[in-house]
Protein backbone atom coordinates (compact mmCIF):
# COMPACT_ATOMS: atom_id res chain seq x y z
CA UNK A 1 0.00 0.00 0.00
CA UNK A 2 1.38 3.27 -0.93
CA UNK A 3 1.57 5.75 1.72
CA UNK A 4 3.56 9.32 3.26
CA UNK A 5 3.25 9.67 6.63
CA UNK A 6 4.42 12.96 8.46
CA UNK A 7 5.78 13.51 11.87
CA UNK A 8 7.73 15.94 13.69
CA UNK A 9 5.28 18.73 14.23
CA UNK A 10 4.69 20.32 17.28
CA UNK A 11 3.78 23.55 19.37
CA UNK A 12 7.30 25.72 19.31
CA UNK A 13 8.69 29.34 20.29
CA UNK A 14 9.42 31.59 18.08
CA UNK A 15 13.37 31.14 16.98
CA UNK A 16 13.12 27.52 17.53
CA UNK A 17 13.78 24.62 15.38
CA UNK A 18 11.57 21.84 14.42
CA UNK A 19 12.83 19.22 11.85
CA UNK A 20 9.59 17.06 9.67
CA UNK A 21 10.07 13.86 8.28
CA UNK A 22 7.79 11.77 5.57
CA UNK A 23 8.14 8.68 5.79
CA UNK A 24 7.24 6.99 2.47
CA UNK A 25 6.19 3.18 2.04
CA UNK A 26 5.08 0.98 -0.92
CA UNK A 27 7.11 2.24 -3.24
CA UNK A 28 10.81 3.14 -3.82
CA UNK A 29 11.26 7.36 -3.12
CA UNK A 30 14.53 7.64 -5.33
CA UNK A 31 13.00 7.60 -8.36
CA UNK A 32 10.60 10.35 -7.44
CA UNK A 33 10.38 14.10 -6.28
CA UNK A 34 9.03 14.83 -3.13
CA UNK A 35 7.75 18.23 -2.36
CA UNK A 36 6.04 19.92 1.61
CA UNK A 37 3.56 21.85 1.70
CA UNK A 38 1.92 24.62 3.48
CA UNK A 39 -1.61 25.12 4.91
CA UNK A 40 -1.74 27.93 7.31
CA UNK A 41 -4.97 28.84 8.84
CA UNK A 42 -7.75 30.03 6.71
CA UNK A 43 -5.56 29.97 3.33
CA UNK A 44 -4.75 27.42 0.81
CA UNK A 45 -2.81 24.77 1.06
CA UNK A 46 1.17 25.96 -1.15
CA UNK A 47 4.29 24.35 -1.88
CA UNK A 48 6.99 25.30 0.27
CA UNK A 49 10.02 23.30 -0.76
CA UNK A 50 11.05 20.72 -3.01
CA UNK A 51 13.49 18.00 -3.74
CA UNK A 52 14.31 15.98 -7.24
CA UNK A 53 14.85 12.97 -7.51
CA UNK A 54 18.03 14.25 -8.08
CA UNK A 55 18.60 15.99 -5.24
CA UNK A 56 18.02 19.59 -6.45
CA UNK A 57 16.53 21.70 -4.46
CA UNK A 58 14.16 24.90 -4.74
CA UNK A 59 12.22 27.01 -1.57
CA UNK A 60 9.76 29.47 -1.62
CA UNK A 61 11.22 32.82 -0.48
CA UNK A 62 9.55 32.98 3.11
CA UNK A 63 11.75 30.05 3.65
CA UNK A 64 14.47 30.54 2.37
CA UNK A 65 17.83 30.32 4.09
CA UNK A 66 15.52 29.18 6.97
CA UNK A 67 14.61 25.64 5.71
CA UNK A 68 16.30 22.61 4.50
CA UNK A 69 14.93 20.03 2.46
CA UNK A 70 17.11 16.83 2.46
CA UNK A 71 16.34 12.71 1.44
CA UNK A 72 17.41 9.65 2.51
CA UNK A 73 16.63 7.04 -0.50
CA UNK A 74 18.01 4.33 2.23
CA UNK A 75 15.57 5.16 4.69
CA UNK A 76 13.01 6.35 2.08
CA UNK A 77 12.91 9.40 4.25
CA UNK A 78 12.43 12.97 3.33
CA UNK A 79 13.09 15.65 6.20
CA UNK A 80 12.37 19.67 6.36
CA UNK A 81 14.99 20.67 9.01
CA UNK A 82 13.03 24.26 10.04
CA UNK A 83 14.99 26.67 11.20
CA UNK A 84 14.72 30.52 13.19
CA UNK A 85 10.95 29.33 12.70
CA UNK A 86 8.14 32.52 12.51
CA UNK A 87 4.71 32.44 13.72
CA UNK A 88 3.27 33.10 9.88
CA UNK A 89 4.80 29.44 9.60
CA UNK A 90 1.75 28.08 11.64
CA UNK A 91 0.24 25.21 9.74
CA UNK A 92 -0.34 21.57 8.88
CA UNK A 93 2.41 20.62 6.62
CA UNK A 94 2.35 17.98 4.18
CA UNK A 95 4.51 15.92 1.96
CA UNK A 96 3.51 14.63 -1.21
CA UNK A 97 4.72 12.22 -4.44
CA UNK A 98 5.76 14.39 -7.15
CA UNK A 99 4.25 12.26 -10.18
CA UNK A 100 7.80 12.54 -11.46
CA UNK A 101 11.09 12.96 -10.62
CA UNK A 102 11.41 16.76 -10.97
CA UNK A 103 9.65 18.95 -9.14
CA UNK A 104 7.44 20.72 -12.20
CA UNK A 105 4.32 18.83 -12.85
CA UNK A 106 1.80 17.69 -10.26
CA UNK A 107 2.00 15.59 -6.83
CA UNK A 108 0.06 12.02 -6.76
CA UNK A 109 -0.06 10.73 -3.47
CA UNK A 110 0.10 12.89 -0.05
CA UNK A 111 0.39 12.25 3.49
CA UNK A 112 -2.10 13.09 5.79
CA UNK A 113 -0.10 16.27 7.47
CA UNK A 114 1.49 17.41 10.85
CA UNK A 115 0.51 20.55 12.61
CA UNK A 116 3.14 22.79 13.21
CA UNK A 117 2.38 25.59 15.44
CA UNK A 118 4.65 28.90 16.30
CA UNK A 119 3.43 30.76 19.36
CA UNK A 120 4.73 32.64 22.67
Known amino acids: QLQLVESGGGLVQPGGSLRLSCVASGFTLDYYAIGWFRQAPGAERARISC???????NYVDSVKGRFTISRDNAKNTVYLQMNSLEPEDTGVYYC??????????????WGQGTQVTVSS
Open 96 to 109: ARGSRGLCIGGYDY
Open 51 to 57: ISSGGIT
